[in-house]
């Protein structure tokens, strides 16, 4: 009877109860955007990562997981990692942003493809001269690419997009390592080495054989380590994950405020069918269970609508940003983030709750 | 005589209205035997509203005593007077005050639910919903309901958890006298084959004459 007589109320005023969900679900889907985007962002990298085909990573001096900047490494020292007994390959890669999110790689192709298996081309073929560029699937869908044609927003250069890859290895382009290296002031030298052993079991001699000959101010990363750091507790020293909690509590506050408001009007409106339930011998614990089980009803609503609205999210971002944000969807944060709104409306329907509950009864009958 | 269901002594209420304190009943003895339905008149400010909110536990006295079945409900805390209201009084309102979202069976159900006596009312009760002609009606929401078939529907709500006192407060009052007087039979007729007891205030002589004694209040004094 207690859940008609809330569902009832609930759609008695559709529009109000719909705003209150909506409005519950924004923080909804911005938690889950945020945690979304910070996941599918690194997932996305680790994968690409994978897609090289190296055993170990070897970055220079200064640098960690996250961070990469200029190109430090004598590009010789690949040769003399080359020479190392239980090493099959050795190749040197330069790394530089073009924006914020987006980075071009010059690199070695043939040793590239030696590594890796190399692209697989959905349109054009590998590079034919120094100004030739590859995009991957993603970047020529956002920047409506195809092969043969010049791409001219990358480091202020016109390139001939030569080949279109299939995208999960390296970034989102690739250009010769030589006109890069040129090009950024960085001739003979590369950010990162990427190393295969002869064997999986090789790779921790291998390991040891580098620490020995590069000293320990190079940071050393097996493959598997490396993408096991790439979490969202590591980025920026730890910057995000604080960043995703101050979103998760203005979540709790913007749901907490909706609610308050919602559940506050929703008393006012129904002062005389609350002094009509005391008069039938409703009790104050009665009264305050309708009003928080309505603001459950809205919360766990507006958790499902944000989901949903998470859904849309990633298909614009998808559609409309391919090659510059991946956002995952994240299920295990749903429980979360359905447990931050009913946090926020059962606070928020505390107060109207319990003033309701406390309204003497002959004043709330003559209410008009 | 039997004993009395409902004894006031010396009642007296008194309201706070800013910093004057405003009497509302000023001694109020009155005797009501089980089984009667007793009519209450008096001008408006006479205190016959404030009897009806104290008898039925939405206010407390400020002094005097009030005993139902020989319960004093006079000190009842607020937790007290939810009890009573819960269990031995039923209202009916003069704007009938049904919950606008519900069905009038689910506006019966409620007060059952709330009494802790589950939502499906007894088989007896289908007699009185066919008594109060309002078998038919009982799925429809209060805006599809005539005002007599509200008011019905309110007595019905009102005595479904079998109190020991029904009160009306003008039931009449927003009817036209068609749907008065049925309203009134109605009332008749539950107190004749249940004998419930009903107290009702009204200002209208015609009403009034179907209860079995009329009361008149002045001043907060029942006048004599």
């Known amino acids: 009877m207690t859940a008609r007589l809330v569902l009832e109320n609930l759609k008695h005023k559709p529009m109000r109860s719909l705003l209150s969900m909506f409005l519950i679900a924004v923080p909804v889907t911005l938690i889950l955007c945020l945690v979304g985007l910070s996941q599918g962002m690194l997932a ?14 070897v970055r220079p001096p200064g640098t960690s997981v996250l961070t990469l900047s200029g190109a430090p490494i004598p590009e010789k020292l690949v040769d003399v990692i080359q020479q190392q007994p239980h090493v099959a390959l050795a190749i040197g890669m330069i790394v530089h942003p073009v924006t914020s999110v987006t980075f071009v790689n010059g690199i070695d192709l043939p040793r590239f493809n030696q590594m890796s298996g190399g692209f697989k081309y959905l349109e054009g073929g590998p590079f034919q001269g120094p100004d030739d560029l590859i995009v991957d699937e993603y970047y020529a869908r956002q920047h409506k690419l195809h092969a043969g044609e010049y791409a001219t927003d990358v480091l202020n250069r016109r390139w001939r997009v030569t080949g279109i890859a299939e995208g999960g290895k390296l970034a989102h382009l690739s250009v010769p390592m030589r006109t890069l290296q040129d090009l950024t002031g960085n001739t ?5 080495i990427f190393v295969k052993a002869n064997r999986p079991a090789d790779i921790p001699v291998v390991m040891t054989e580098l620490k020995t000959l590069l000293g320990p101010a190079y940071n050393f990363y097996t493959m598997e380590e490396f993408t096991s750091l790439l979490t969202v507790e590591n980025v920026q020293g730890g910057a995000l994950s604080t960043f995703i909690d101050v979103m998760v509590g203005i979540g709790v506050v913007i749901g907490f405020a909706v609610v308050l408001l919602s559940m506050y009007m929703a008393v006012l409106q129904r002062t005389r069918e609350i002094g009509i339930l005391k008069a039938l011998g409703a009790s104050r614990w009665f009264i305050l269970k309708i009003i928080l089980a309505e603001a459950v009803v809205m919360g766990l609503g507006g958790t499902v609508v944000g989901i949903g609205l998470s859904f849309v999210a990633r298909w614009l971002i998808e559609s409309l940003y391919p090659a510059s944000l991946t ?15 009913l946090a926020g409306v059962l606070l928020g329907a505390l107060y109207p709750g319990l003033s309701a509950a406390a309204q003497d009864p002959i004043e709330a009958l003559a209410y008009e | 005589m039997s004993e009395p269901l409902i004894e006031i002594r010396g009642l007296q209420k008194v309201y706070r209205v800013g910093k004057v304190d405003v009497p509302a009943l000023r001694g109020v003895d009155l005797d009501v035997p089980p089984g009667e339905f007793l009519a209450i008149v008096g001008p408006s400010g006479s205190g016959k509203s404030t009897l009806f909110h104290i008898i039925g536990g939405l206010t407390p006295a400020t002094g005097g005593s009030v005993r139902i079945g020989g319960q004093d409900i006079s000190s009842l805390s607020d937790a007290g007077r939810t009890e009573l209201r819960k269990n031995k009084v039923g209202f009916v309102f003069q704007k009938f005050n049904l919950l606008p979202n519900l069905t009038a069976a689910d506006n019966i159900a409620i007060a059952r639910h709330i009494a802790g006596r589950g939502q499906t009312v007894e088989p007896a009760f289908e007699e009185v919903l066919k008594l109060l002609g309002i078998a038919q009606r009982l799925n429809h929401k209060p805006a599809a309901l005539s005002g007599g078939e509200q008011q019905r529907v309110a007595i019905a709500r009102a005595i479904v958890n079998h109190p020991a006192i029904l009160l009306a407060d003008e039931p009449t009052g927003n009817l036209d006298s068609e749907n008065s007087a049925a309203v009134l039979d109605v009332m ?18 015609e009403a009034a004459a179907f209860a079995h004694r009329t009361v008149r209040m002045r001043d907060g004094r029942i006048a004599r």
């Not at chain 1, 003979?188 to 990162?192: F, M, N």
């Not at chain 1, 995952?328 to 709104?341: N, Q």
């Not at chain 2, 008749?188 to 002589?205: K, S, V, Y």
């Open chain 2, 188 to 205: 008749r007729d539950l107190n004749r084959r249940l004998r419930q007891t009903i107290l009702m205030i009204t200002h209208n002589p």
């Open chain 1, 327 to 341: 956002q995952a969807i994240t299920p295990l944060w749903w429980p979360i983030v359905g447990g931050i709104s």
């Open chain 1, 44 to 57: 996305d990298s680790a994968r690409r990562a994978r897609g090289i085909g190296a055993d170990i990573m």
């Open chain 1, 188 to 192: 003979g030298k590369v950010s990162q």
